[in-house]
Each structure stands twice: as C-alpha cells, then as structure tokens.
C-alpha cells in the first residue's frame, strides 16, 4: 500500500533540490515553463498569465518555517507521483510562524479548492486531511485521454509555511462530476487575479467534504451525446465504483443542438445516464443548467434554458433522482441583482469568474443538505465560508468590464491540428483549420460530423461568427414555428432585421428551422450579407450569379440540394477573406453595375 511522507522543515534555504525531479518523483513545480496545448498536466492547474514573466521573479524555498513561496499572488505548488489511479488520502499540515496569517487557499487536482480563507494565529499550526481521486481526463478534445498519476498541493496566499504532506493509497467514495463549460476545471492564472480568472462550481465542490473524493470530467463544449460520444463517459465507467455519486449538469449546449429539444433527446439522454448510473451501483444526481445574466424584454427578465431545467425536474420525479435546481435559484437571484451587479460574477453573460463558481457552489451544497441526499450529507464537512464577496477594483483598469455582452468561447491554446477524428482526410481539411483559426468552430468536441446536413436554424448560430450581426433583440414573432425562448429565436430575428433571409424560403408564415440548408439559401444569405443594408433584395439566382463571379461557389453545388456541415464552413471561410476590392465589383440596385463574369475572378 502506497503511503510516504515529505516534510519540508530543515535548515534548508537555498533552491538546491526544492524543485520537481521526476527520477525523486517528488518537489516543487517552477513558475517558469512552456506552456503546452495542455495546460494541466504537471501544473496542478496553475499556469503564468500572459503578461508573466515580467520583472517579478518568484522563488521557492524551503527553511525551519517549512516552504515558501517569495512573491505574493504565486501558488506554491508540490507534486508526488503515484503509482496508480485511485483515490489517495492526503494530509497537509501548514504554519504561520511568528506572525499572523489569513486568508490561505489550499488546492488538489487541478486548482480543486479543498479549504479557503484559512486562518493561523502566531505559532499555530493548520491541519487537514482530505480525498483526491488520481484519474484520466481529456484535457484537449482529439487526444487520447491524459494519465498524469501524481498527487498535487497548492497553497494561495502570503505568509503560510507549507510544513509537511502525507500522501496514502485509501478508500473513499467518488463524486463524479459530468458536464460542460459551466462545470469544467479551470486553469488558475498567476499572478492570481480571481475577478478575470475563470472558474466553475465543479472544481469548488470538494471544499465541503471530508469523506470523499471529486473526479471531475465535465469538458467545455459537451453535450448530453457528446459527453458519451467523445471519451468522457469512457472515463467515468473505468473508475466508478458502487456507493460512488454521478452529477451531472448539462443544458448550454444541447439548446444549440436542434436535434437535443428538452423533452425529447435531451430528456432521454438524461435517463440513460440514471440508469447506467445506476447498474453501476452508483448514485445519480441531476443539476439544472446554471442561468446566464438574464435578458429582458417588454415582458421583464427571461432566460433561454428554462424549459431544459424543466425537463431535468421532470425526468427526476419520472425517475426519484435528487434535482438541485440551480437555474431558478440562479435565474431568480441574478434578476434581483440586476445585469450590471450580477457582472462581476461572470467572464460573459454565460462563465462565471472565482467569485461566481464559489457563490453556485455555496448553493449547490446548502441545496445538498436541505434535501439531505444521504450519499453527499454523509461526507459533508462544516468548515467553508460564504462566498466571496467581488473586488471590482480588482479588474485591470478598475472598472466593471463592460465586454459581457456575448459568451465567448472556450479556445485552448493555439492547436497544430484539428480536433475532430472524422475529419482527418477529407477535401475540407485545409478549409476547416481555417475555419478553426477564425473563431467558428469548438476545439473542444472529438467529432464535428462533417457531412450531416446543416439545419436553418443552427446554420444562423454559425453564420453570425462570420459577419457582423446587428443588436440583438428578443423575437418579434414573425414565423409560426420559431419559439421565442429558444436558443435560435434571436438569431432568426438578427437576421430578419439585416434583411438576410430570402421570403421565398419562409413561405407560409414558416422560418424552417431543421430543414437542411440549400446551397441557393447558403449563398442568398452569404451575398446579401456583403451588399448595403439598404440592398440586400436579391432573388437566390442573381446571388448564385454573384458567388461564382466571387469564387464562393463550392464542388458539388446544388441550388436545392442540402448542403453539409463542412461545405458551408469553409464557404463561409471564403467569404470572410474576400477583399474590399473583390467586393466593389458586386452590383448594385441602384447604380446598375453589371455583375462580374467569373473570368474576373483571378
């Protein structure tokens, strides 16, 4: 049985054997190295924000005040390699020294907070034992899954002396935790700055146990087929074991999926969890989608997940599965802020910073004690504090940042390659990277399925990556068969209002939304799109006359055939790296300018 001891308190004060050798298989990690596409593995979760290194020049030492850290604002970061996955009993003991010390962070996994706001009167010393599981995790989607079996120790603050760490091979229950952007692990950014820093509830949920472990494989970009499709699920089924809780949150990204509508797939996803779940001998646990700052309109605030928050209360009464419903609790809470407070929890309108992640946490686990689900009660511990409450003068030119508007994407670090193993050698690959380098496509899904049909509706969700779309508002109605609380209702509006949409394709008061995309409404919408806000009334064959003059006609083009996935990427690419002067020969209403043969187009 694994078991060791490092203790940090000797008349050792230079650098000398301070730092991580992987031959010892023990140490500290360094502030200074490149960073990889992967910025978890051998970083517990910390890496150098962009403006480090600078003059700043942090060091490790370790003396009879046991280790510390030089600067402020720097994690003092120890790792022990194990032998194996699994679940590891780890004991930290830390001192203050002769003054006083508050306000302390300590940290598992990757940047798992485990105990904050920690306080040391002089000559006390701080103990704590808690439960990691060491586990594999997709980290950076179209890589096979990483193995970085070591147990990592982060302390965050000034003055606390890391004094020694115990790390032993146990038995402890596992909550698993399964979803998307809103609950992933995040990096942890030094110097710390936790108002920018984005964080989630899923690396916040271990500070309020003591008897078990948090295994964290929510993934950015995940829906509920995603999740299963991509590895994740994979992961989860090689580790659970009986007694062990599966929670789950997902939502954000099925609504922009038309084929996952809440009562529906998105629904029978959610039962086919519970119930592999439960073959395992394993506890499910549903969480409803965290909301997004709220929007408002002439009939008060709304959110565009509420009936996917239904479907998780329902397919949890169908199945007596424990609901923590954090979208009304969140919904609720964040209107009663008002937008411009509610800001300072939140990186966009949808990613919650540190202070945010540590409020929906505080919930999630008072929700856990009120409804005393008895997996989780059991191992709950008495010790977090509220939440945080924001610095704005923290923000870099102390001020609330006013670019919240839009969710911005989960990018990794600059890829060499695309993610997706189903496109590896097809014509688009070249077309595709570009696309990825221009923002419209999500690194961190395994497949992007480029030859399934584009649906109308999702087809605007990507088109407005690639042109300037006006303000947007809530949906004025216009089609039957548009909601006005669902995911695509606003895009359709932004592009009612550009003037983008052809009215022959939207007969009989019908928008369309999951039929396939033509190629003619494709490059109606493209051309439009380039032409003056006040000249956008062209017919579909005077637009395909247009694109082939400009080159964006692609091979297998079919005026009313379905266009797929990949087709109508990288003809959008095309139109994106148009130049001015390709444009100035497109024609106009009023000017008559003839349109240009396609022999123009060098």
């Known amino acids: 049985m694994f078991s060791k001891t490092y203790t940090f308190v000797d008349d050792r004060v230079s650098n000398e054997g301070v730092y991580y050798d992987r031959e010892r298989g023990w140490g500290f990690l360094p502030f200074y190295f490149e960073e990889k596409a992967d910025s978890y593995t051998g970083t517990a979760g910390w890496n150098p924000d962009g403006r480090f290194p600078g003059e700043t020049r942090p060091e490790i030492s370790w003396g009879k005040e046991g280790a510390r850290v030089s600067e402020s604002g720097f994690p003092l970061r120890f790792r022990a390699d194990v032998p194996e996955n699994g679940v590891y009993a780890v004991t930290v003991t830390m001192g203050g020294g002769n003054g006083r010390v508050s306000g302390i962070q300590l940290y598992t996994g990757r940047r798992n907070l485990v105990r904050r706001d920690i306080v040391m009167e002089p000559g006390e010393t701080f103990t704590c034992r808690f439960f990691t599981h060491v586990c594999e995790y997709i980290p950076v989607m179209g890589k096979p899954p990483v193995e970085d079996r070591a147990v990592y120790v982060s302390v965050m603050g000034s003055g606390a002396g890391l004094l020694s760490v115990s790390v032993e091979r146990a038995e402890a229950p596992t909550l698993f935790i399964a979803g998307d952007s809103l609950v992933a692990d995040y990096i942890g950014r030094y110097p710390y700055n936790p108002i920018v820093n984005r964080g989630s509830w899923g690396q916040n949920m271990l500070q309020y146990f003591d008897g078990l472990a948090v295994c964290n494989q929510a993934h950015g970009g995940m829906t509920t087929n995603c ?93 007596h599965v424990p609901v923590l419903d954090l979208h009304s609790h969140s919904f609720e809470l964040l209107c009663r802020m008002g937008v411009e407070k509610c800001k300072v929890y939140f990186n966009d309108v949808t990613h919650t910073n540190d202070y945010g992640a540590l409020l929906v946490a505080d919930y999630l686990a008072e929700e856990i004690r009120s409804q005393g689900i008895g997996p989780l009660t059991a191992c709950m511990n008495g010790f977090a504090g509220k939440p945080w409450e924001p610095d704005t003068s923290l923000y870099p030119d102390h001020t609330v940042s006013s670019d919240q508007k839009e969710e911005r994407p989960i990018l990794s670090t600059d890829l060499p390659e695309l993610p997706y193993a189903d496109c590896k050698h097809i014509r688009q690959l070249n077309g595709l990277k570009e696309a990825m380098a221009k923002g419209l496509l999500d690194p961190c899904l395994k497949f992007y399925h480029p030859f399934d049909e584009m649906p109308r509706g999702q087809f605007l969700y990507l088109f407005f990556k690639a042109v300037q779309a006006p303000p947007k508002r809530s949906y004025q109605g216009e089609y039957c068969d548009i909601y006005k609380y669902e995911w695509d209702a606003q895009n359709v509006q932004a592009a009612l209002d550009a003037g983008l949409i052809d009215k022959e394709t939207t007969k009989n008061s019908r928008f369309r939304p999951d039929d396939a995309l033509t190629g003619g409404e494709l490059l109606s919408m493209m051309i439009r799109s380039l032409h003056p806000a006040d000249d956008r009334e062209w017919t579909i064959p005077e637009c395909e006359q247009q694109a082939k003059s400009l080159g964006l006609v692609w091979e297998g083009y079919e005026r009313d055939g379905a266009v797929n996935r990949a087709d109508c990427t990288v003809a959008l690419v095309h139109m994106m790296n148009l130049t001015e002067e390709e444009k100035i020969y497109l024609p106009r209403h009023h000017r008559g300018f003839r349109i240009p043969t396609a022999a123009h187009k060098t």
């Not at 991509?230 to 929670?247: E, T």
Request: a neutral charge; hydrophobic letters at 30%; one cysteine or more.
């Open 227 to 319: 999740f299963r499709d991509d590895g994740h699920w994979d992961i989860v089924c090689r580790n659970i074991r009986p007694g062990d809780i599966f929670m789950m949150e997902f939502g954000h990204n099925d609504q922009k999926r038309r084929n996952l509508r809440p009562y529906g797939e998105y629904a029978a996803n959610l039962r086919w969890y519970i119930h592999e779940i439960r073959k395992r001998g394993a506890y499910p646990v549903i969480v409803t989608s965290l909301s997004r700052i709220p929007s408002r309109d002439e009939d008060g605030y709304y959110d565009l997940l509420e009936e996917y928050a239904d479907s998780c209360r329902r397919v949890g009464r169908e199945w």
